[in-house]
């Protein structure tokens, strides 16, 4: 079945450095990848997603890339602030619905 | 209200007990999703409905779990003989566009299964 692969599983880094999240998928005829940023005890919210016709996205200090021929993405965060800290999952679509990676618990050191 | 809705928040029942976990999604939202998630774990797909009809079933753990939503709108996720290990968060999720877009979640049901 699809498995969409996700690590580190846990991640710390310096406030103010960057982190980056990666994630690999199996299924070849995916072609929707969004990333959801779940704080502890509340929902899974989406954050940035992308799709398989462009290969990188941005959004302020987030950015997501794509490499469809590896089947990698990519979550960046820059200039990392105490609130970026969270669980993040990854997830990409397989026919009509979402499969979504482990999670990378991401804590930012004072 | 504007987003989803999910009743009980929480539910603590003794095992072999039947459970019933509701739904409310956004208004419009014609796909609604059921995911389960376990503690450190992602959200692991359970179902999928597009209008009336579960389109997707196939993440369903056995035939203990059981979903409907018969007019579209509202879902319920029945739990027959509740064992331990189906202790979780339930989460359900609502979309305009399906797996094309975001799902908005709601926030959970947490069970425990004594």
Redesign the interface.
């Known amino acids: 079945g699809e498995n969409v692969e996700q690590h580190p599983s846990t991640l710390s880094v310096q406030e103010g450095d960057s982190a980056v999240i990666k994630c690999t998928y199996s299924d070849s005829a995916s072609n929707y990848f969004p990333w959801y940023k779940q704080e502890l005890g509340k929902r899974p919210q989406l954050i940035i997603d992308i799709r398989s016709n462009v290969g990188e996205k941005k959004d302020q200090r987030i950015a997501v890339t794509l490499n469809k021929t590896a089947k990698h993405f990519s979550l960046h965060i820059t200039e990392t602030q105490p609130e970026d800290s969270a669980v993040y999952f990854c997830a990409s679509n397989r026919d009509d619905k979402i499969i979504f990676g482990k999670g990378t618990r991401l804590h930012i050191l004072p | 209200g504007a987003g989803v809705s999910q009743t009980p928040s929480n539910k603590v029942t003794e095992k072999g007990k039947y459970v019933e976990l509701r739904c409310d999604p956004i208004s419009g939202h014609t796909?609604l999703?059921w995911?389960r998630q376990s503690l450190?774990?992602?959200?692991?797909?359970l179902i999928?409905f597009?209008g009336t009809g579960a389109?997707?079933d196939s993440?369903l753990p056995n035939d203990r779990f059981f979903a409907v939503r018969p007019e579209g709108s509202v879902s319920t996720l029945k739990i027959q003989r509740t064992e331990r290990g189906d202790s979780a968060v339930y989460?359900c999720a609502s979309s305009p566009t399906?797996?094309?877009?975001?799902?908005f979640?709601?926030?959970?049901s947490r069970l425990t299964v004594l």
């Not at chain 2, 450190?40 to 797909?45: C, I, L, S, T």
């Not at chain 2, 399906?98 to 799902?103: C, M, P």
């Not at chain 2, 979640?105 to 959970?108: A, S, T, Y």
């Open positions: 796909a999703y995911y450190g774990q992602g959200p692991e797909f999928y597009q389109a997707d993440g989460l399906g797996a094309k877009g975001e799902l979640f709601g926030e959970g």
